[in-house]
């Protein structure tokens, strides 16, 4: 395989997920750990994506910018906020995961709307600040600096005292027979303990990642109350999904 095709699908894989393991692209890749490590700090010093031990991550997911200007997929993302803004009622208590589709729905809160809103995420939080009905109450714990969101011991106490309407999750992968998985044992542990804290949890989640699974379980898909995609519910992509104990959206 030529570089430039190996560097395509890192970028492709990095920016679907938001972050990458050098383990898993080797493996999908049939490469050695080397020449990843190596076309990801090329890559790196090309400013297209960002490298962090033992990965990679991507711009859009790492840097917190107004501008937007390098979120993967932005369109579909911004479709699925719309859509799950929907579902959010005056002087509800939501909770707001991290991640770009999650930004996008906070950007999108309408500003007269009062709503209570819990949220780990730091961009989240810094974006809510500019709503003047939302009270905006942020989940302490450790700092991932990749992810941007407090994880850990604290955090998962913290969100045992409390229940809320609403959680929007986003995820890295989602299968209709696996359910829902990360490769990050810190990250599902975290969002165990939001389900938990959560009446419904919605998810929201762009189409490229249905049918995609990692090695550490988050839920199984009857965990979720809602699948919010930018897709139609009755979508050709969406048909696995369609007889399990979900909404659709």
């Known amino acids: 395989m030529l570089k430039e095709e190996r560097q395509r699908i890192i970028l492709n894989e990095v920016e679907l997920h938001n972050r990458v393991q050098l383990t898993d692209i080797a493996e999908k890749l049939d490469v050695s750990i080397d020449t990843v490590r190596r076309d990801v700090k090329e890559l790196d010093t090309e400013n297209r994506l960002r490298k962090v031990h033992g990965g990679a ?36 208590v939501v909770l707001i995961d991290g991640g770009t589709t999650c930004l996008e729905l906070a950007r999108l809160l309408p500003a007269e709307l009062k709503l ?109 109350h809602s699948l919010i995609t930018e897709l139609e519910p009755n979508h050709d992509l969406l048909k696995n999904f369609k007889n399990q104990e979900i909404v659709l959206l």
């Open 116 to 224: 209570t809103c819990f949220t780990l995420s730091l961009p989240v939080a810094m974006e809510l600040l500019h709503k003047p009905n939302v009270e905006t109450i942020f989940i302490g714990g450790r700092l991932s600096k990749d992810a941007q969101i407090t994880l850990g011991s604290n955090t998962i106490n913290n969100l045992s005292e409390i229940k809320v309407d609403y959680s929007f999750i986003g995820t890295g992968y989602v299968d209709a027979q696996f359910g829902l998985t990360e490769f990050d044992w810190d990250i599902v542990q975290t969002k165990k303990a939001v389900i938990k804290a959560s009446k419904k949890t919605v998810l929201l989640c762009i189409s490229e990642k249905l049918n995609s699974q990692h090695r550490f379980k988050t839920c199984d898909l009857n965990a979720i």
């Open 57 to 92: 991550i991507s711009l859009g997911f790492a840097n917190y910018s107004p501008k937007r200007n390098s979120v993967y997929a932005l369109d579909e993302k911004i479709a699925i906020a719309e859509k799950a803004s929907k579902l959010l009622k005056e002087n509800s």
